[in-house]
């Protein structure tokens, strides 16, 4: 066995009343791959916060090297050979690549920053771990996946040892994640340690050296090569058994279109958002769009719901044109919307539960006079939401923040299906959501089908649209490149699309 | 013992984050603890000097309703930075906002003749109010259509109205002689009785009492005060509940507006009789540390508008007693802006203290 670089020992730490860590023992061997394994508010992110300095444990040990240190800041991890990329990247949009990476530990000639040097010494590492990035680049020109390279040429620059990535493949395509974990086992070639932070399982299965699984700030069980199957490893994550499959009802083969979309082309400051986009919604039909992050699935789902008006084309609602569409002709119409952002657009954190409950649908006779709202109707109608979506809180008057992120999800959720919606924008809708949350959104997201109701699904996660649609778009540049059967994708044309490729060029490569 | 005092510790932190009125309590302790070292340093005795300021604010009913009826103004300042700050809006522009109501109550109640008082009291103050309220919409579009920062443009507008509604006097409104800038007598009719002879406190107090509980019922009862805190709160999520948030929010800068200028009109009509130049003293202003001392809330923010009454009342008596300027009044307010603007400097001052009493209990337990 080789020797630990890392012993952390009996970390505590609370925050408020909640207990992210709990007595959690990890130990980091030189040259693995680890992977914290765990759902949301597990405890993941706050134990390698701690290893990184950003928090202080209330109580416990950590030793680098057989050597008792005490992490104070970020600064000092640094100095202790330890990295963190977060997944949201740190980086100065309008500097260039290499700029970027040494900034704050710039080569310096003199007094002066040694431009020339940091350049070269980029190029050099890149090269090294095969990592393809070019240090002239700027960095807001940069794909996703290729930022997130920058973040760790960052790491490898300030010579770590230790590289922690939280959530690292949430923002990739499916062969961007192949390339990422190529780079890792060249990392863990060079004797460098990598921890994980994720909840996919797949992944975790995939590329591991051993998996640590966390639950509830506790640390469940460490598990060695060969690994479990994923329904073993799901049940020692939640505590309980998971379904993975969804049975669904058998739809007819002629469903009626709710919802149309035609020749949807969006142009903003000057760049084509949408072009051309012609999207029919069926009831009784679960419509996945697939893509990675910012590839115009935002903005499709804004001009759907009349947050955004288009620059040319039309939506139809029932086979009516929607005239100049605005969110509260869109709600009127008895379109719900599950907006992509929860923190922005979905709720208002310092809003009651109740009063999130009812945002959208503020002007409903049911919960408002002409100018007083009914408080008390609002109050029933809260307490009985609550009940019915099982929503976690001591009081429906308690503000939305203090409840976890999976719950505050089942209030926008709840909130769009007690108005009994004719078609649902569902986007990201399990994004930040627990495990267990997200079977419980998925069986609601179901029933919606079930019951004839029409429904669009962006989702960045590939495995949520395979499973949950019908019938799948892939969205790639603000183009709809194809729509299909679900059952007629598989993973790796579906991956090619995403990334770019068209069905023509895939054609004449299977040929 | 340790886990104790750490909870403690944090406890009180939650207490003490910006916006809750025991952060404006302890916010305002703090101001007095260092202006009286500051009394002390100028060589007086800060526990006499208090002592005067209470006197002074408080020591028999004429004072007292000194302190009520410099209140006054002060209540409609506070309730009118809230609500715009509940639409999320800044409005510094309460001072101008509060000066074209003084004028407008002036005007109306001067040169609109025979009416009885029961409806020329209400004219006056309806006509204050579609000033102010105008200029308060005016600033929010300005904002909304042109996109420049709200400071400026209601900073800016408070110079232009403070020279303009000077200007409007002099050109058209002048008392003859004309060797002050001021306008001639309102009619009786429009005049707010006055409570306690010989001090400010007039009827308009009740008025101002009236607006609190207006205040209230809008934020806790109507749709438009969901919609719009709403709105102030997050932008993007009101949009996306179908709420048209530029026109909640020009709503709510036309009452934020209109009870600026209710300031203004109560004190035309019920201390002066007349509009005369740099009649406000600055309760616009005011108006702003009120409502953040006030954290948002109608009654919160008249009980910081008593306060400050006190203050301004009882600084003269201070000054008579003790020697210390009244100006001294301005440094206390200034510390409690300090105090009361920068949250994160409260907390991490008990942060500091309640983290060394847990690392006590930690040595000690």
């Known amino acids: 066995m080789p020797a630990e670089v890392v012993k952390m020992r009996g970390i505590c730490k609370a925050f408020g009343s909640v207990r992210a860590n709990d007595k959690v023992d990890l130990d980091i061997f030189k040259g693995e791959i680890l992977t914290l394994l765990g759902e949301n508010g597990a405890g993941k992110t706050t134990l390698m916060n701690v290893l990184y300095g950003l928090y202080q444990a209330d109580s416990g040990s950590i030793a680098i090297n057989g050597k008792a240190v005490h992490i104070s800041s970020p600064l000092v991890a640094t100095d202790l050979g330890i990295s963190m990329v977060h997944q949201h990247f740190m980086l100065v949009n309008s500097m260039s690549v290499a700029e970027n990476v040494v900034l704050g530990v710039e080569p310096r000639k003199g007094i002066f920053f040694d431009r020339a040097k940091s350049f070269e010494e980029i190029t050099r590492l890149s090269q090294l771990y095969g990592l393809k990035v070019n240090a002239h680049d700027v960095v807001s020109k940069l794909p996703v996946g290729m930022k997130q390279r920058v973040e760790i040429l960052k790491a490898l620059y300030r010579q770590s040892d230790i590289l922690i990535f939280d959530e690292p493949t949430a923002v990739l395509t499916p062969q961007e994640v192949n390339d990422f974990f190529g780079v890792l086992k060249s990392f863990k070639e060079a004797g460098k340690s990598i921890v994980l932070i994720t909840h996919k399982l797949k992944e975790a299965i995939e590329v591991s050296d051993r998996i640590a699984i966390m639950r509830q700030g506790r640390m469940v069980d460490t598990l060695e090569k060969p690994f479990a199957d994923i329904n073993t490893l799901a049940e020692l994550m939640v505590g309980r058994r998971i379904m993975f499959s969804i049975d669904r009802k058998l739809m007819p083969e002629e469903l009626p279109v709710l919802m149309s979309l035609r020749q949807g082309t969006l142009k903003q400051d000057g760049v084509t958002r949408l072009a051309d986009i012609n999207l029919d919604l069926h009831g009784g039909e679960i419509h996945g769009i697939a893509g990675v992050d910012g590839n115009g699935q935002t903005e499709l789902a804004e001009v759907l719901t009349g947050l955004s008006r288009l620059t040319s084309g039309e939506i139809l609602i029932e086979g009516q044109v929607i005239k100049s569409p605005t969110p509260a002709k869109m709600l009127a119409s008895r379109l719900g919307h599950i907006p992509e952002d929860r923190s922005t657009r979905g709720v208002i954190s310092r809003f009651s539960v109740s009063e999130n409950l009812i945002l959208g649908y503020q002007t409903n006779k049911i919960f408002s006079g002409k100018v007083q709202l009914k408080h008390k109707k609002i109050e029933a109608f809260a307490t009985e939401t609550v009940k019915r979506y099982d929503i976690k809180c001591d009081k429906i008057s308690d503000p939305i923040r203090t409840l976890s992120g999976g719950n505050q999800q089942k209030v926008v959720i709840g909130r769009v299906m007690s108005e009994d919606p004719l078609i649902v924008i569902a986007a990201q809708p399990t994004r930040g959501v627990d495990i267990g949350a997200i079977e419980y959104i998925h069986e609601r997201i179901m029933e919606l089908r079930d019951s004839g109701k029409a429904i669009l699904l962006i989702s960045a996660d590939l495995d949520e649209v395979i499973k949950l649609s019908d019938r799948v778009s892939v969205m790639y540049g603000g183009r709809l490149v194809s729509t299909d059967l679900v059952s007629n994708y598989d993973e790796r044309r579906l991956g090619a699309l995403m990334a770019g490729q068209t069905e023509e060029s895939l054609l004449k490569e299977a040929q | ?365």
């Open chain 2, 1 to 365: 013992m340790k886990v104790t005092a750490k909870r403690i510790g944090s406890g009180l932190l939650s207490w003490l984050k910006g916006g809750s009125l025991l952060f404006s309590v302890s916010a305002f302790i703090l101001s007095l603890l260092i202006a009286a070292v500051i009394i002390l340093v100028s060589g007086f005795n800060p526990l006499k000097s208090y002592m005067a300021l209470m006197v002074g604010a408080f020591g028999s009913w004429d004072n007292i309703a000194t302190t009520l009826g410099t209140a006054t103004p002060l209540i409609f300042a506070g309730l009118s930075v809230s609500i715009g700050k509940r639409a999320g809006f800044f409005n510094i522009g309460v001072e101008g906002q509060l000066l074209t109501g003084t004028l407008a109550a002036a005007i109306i109640g001067a040169y609109v003749k025979g009416l009885p008082a029961f409806i020329h009291i209400p004219l006056c103050f309806a006509g204050a109010w579609l000033v102010g309220g105008l200029i308060g919409v005016f600033s929010v579009k300005l904002k909304q259509i042109m996109k420049v920062s709200e400071l400026i443009i209601t900073v800016m507008l408070n110079y232009v109205i403070l020279y303009l509604v000077d200007l409007i006097v002099n050109r058209f409104f002048l008392k003859p002689p004309g060797h002050l800038v001021r306008t001639i007598d309102i009619q009786k009719s429009a005049r707010l009785a006055t409570l306690v002879p010989h001090t400010r406190l007039n009827t308009g107090i009740f008025i101002a009492i009236l607006a609190v509980a207006f205040l209230w019922w809008i934020y806790h009862k109507t749709r438009f005060g969901y919609e719009v805190t709403a709105a102030g709160l997050n932008k993007k999520a009101a949009e996306t509940g179908g709420i048209r948030i530029n026109r909640k929010v020009a709503l709510a800068m036309f009452i934020s507006g209109g009870l600026a200028a209710m300031g203004g009109a109560v004190e035309t009509m019920g201390v002066h009789g007349f509009y005369i130049a740099n009649m406000s003293a600055g309760y616009g202003y005011d108006g702003l540390t009120i409502s953040i001392m006030g954290a948002g809330s109608p009654v919160g923010s008249t009980i910081a508008a008593v306060l400050f009454g006190a203050l301004r009342a009882g600084s003269s008596n201070m000054n008579r007693t003790t020697n210390i300027p009244g100006e001294f009044i301005t440094i206390l307010q200034a510390l409690v802006i300090l105090f009361v603007s920068t949250p994160h400097l409260i907390s991490f001052i008990f942060d500091k203290l309640s983290r060394k009493k847990a690392l006590d209990c930690e040595v000690s337990g």
